[in-house]
């Protein structure tokens, strides 16, 4: 019988980005262990399924360094086939003057090897040694091409289930500039170059939920334009930001009071973002502000 548990065997060439895949997985839900001796896993994976049924997705960072796996992962394999268990290998791997680089800047010793005077033929010999390995395995990525923000993405896009956008908490805070710059503001937009509102006798007591203020505000020119234009700035410069890894967004608008402009484009700003399939929260500071 197929059991629950989904479990990914993180693997490759020490130095290939291994910790920076760990973290990918752990932001993205998986129960994750960083070399677990070998002889624990059938334990771990009981466990699971007995007293943590909440556990679904397991990654396993193994390296050359538990030995134990690397001699009887066909047997490991094997027993987790027949017991049910769906699981794949993800292989790292990175260009030798890539590896090479990056244990120089770090200064760290390459786990086989004895001195720095050696990395080279480590290099060549834990490639040798997992040969067979990367043969087996489900996915390879070579690491080399990119950076540890563009790797975490990489595993996030690849393993995580939900789309670039989903990903991205964006919270659009509308707010009045004189009572004061909200602290939580990534990205702040000043509207107070647009007409006011609050001058207009029948429109001052209500705010911008108010589809009539709304109109109004929207009725000129400069605003629709200032509208497409942010907006397409907007929508430009968001799929950078999941590029980088940056899981939460607050995009603050800001007019004189926080009751009329900025909550009127806060409003349009956060349909237009749901639109094209972000996830989106508006909160209006200072609606209620006299």
Known sequence: MERSVHIIVVSGLSGSGKSTAIKAFEDIGYFCIDNLPVPL?????LLCEKDMPDIRKIALGIDIRERTFLKDYDKI???????GYRFE????EA??????RR???????HPIASSEALLLQAI????????ALRARATRIIDTGVYSVHQLKALITRTY???????????QVLSFGFKHGLPFEADLVMDVRFLPNPYFVEELKEKDGTDPEVSRWVLGWPAAREFLRDFSGLMLKILPAYIEEGKRYLTIAIGCTGGKHRSVVFAGRL???LEESSYFVNVFHRDIHME
């Not at 896993?41 to 994976?45: F, G, M, T, Y």
């Not at 394999?77 to 017991?83: K, M, N, T």
């Not at 290998?89 to 790292?92: A, E, G, T």
């Open 41 to 45: 896993l059938p334990h771990l994976l």
């Open 77 to 83: 394999f094997e027993s987790l086939e027949d017991h």
């Open 89 to 92: 290998i993800l292989f790292l």
């Open 95 to 100: 260009p030798m003057d890539v590896l090479q």
């Open 103 to 109: 244990y120089s800047q770090t200064r760290r010793i």
């Open 124 to 131: 060549r010999d834990e490639k040798d040694e997992l040969k």
């Open 160 to 170: 995580s289930g939900i789309s670039e956008s989903e990903r991205l908490s964006i």
């Open 270 to 272: 956060a349909e237009i």
